[in-house]
């Protein structure tokens, strides 16, 4: 007989977590040594939200925030991380990701697969206070990588300051007061080369946008 009890269930859920270790996102490490992977850029953006939590534009819930970043790439397990400027890739993006949340939070107990998966929800939709902040801390992490160890992921594939900018927005919203520091920071990218100052040039990614 098999076993359903809820705590077979949440045990499972947690031993599936253990493969986002595996799953490999664009942006290297600031060091450059290797490509960071989906549960360590969780674990990063989730501190950086403790850190960082007195710059957030608007009152929020910083616990529930912590739950967002924690949980937001739970279906890159099944969808793989999308390479945030590959319009191609990002077509079935959503898609893919749905069905992804899908399978894993159904593997918990009822109740409890609904509030994660209401919680993954909140982070897409992106329109509450934690939410928010959460985009913000989600932005923030590569861009600090990139401009760290030689402009990574702009510098590859020809990334313009327009496209970083443009992803770069919900800081500016979110957290307004460091906006002016990361805009340094993009010229700065800009000046070495890291970021195609050229706002008339296109990034060649696969018809590339994230």
Known sequence: MIDTSPITQQLAFICELDRLKHVLRQTALIDGSRRENSAEHSWHIATM????????????????SLKLLLLHDVVEIDAGD????????????????????????GMLPQGQAAELRGLWEEFEAGDTPEARFAHAMDRLEPLLQNHANGGGTWRQHGITRAQ????????QTATPGLWPTLLALVDEACAKGDIVADAGAHASVSGARR
């Open 82 to 105: 999308t390479f945030c400027y590959d319009a191609d890739g990002n077509r079935d993006k959503e898609a893919r990701e749905r069905r992804a949340a899908e399978r894993l939070f």
């Open 164 to 171: 970083v900018l443009a992803r770069m927005a919900p800081l």
């Open 49 to 64: 939200a403790v850190v960082l939590a007195e710059h957030a534009a608007e009152p929020f819930d910083l616990g529930r």
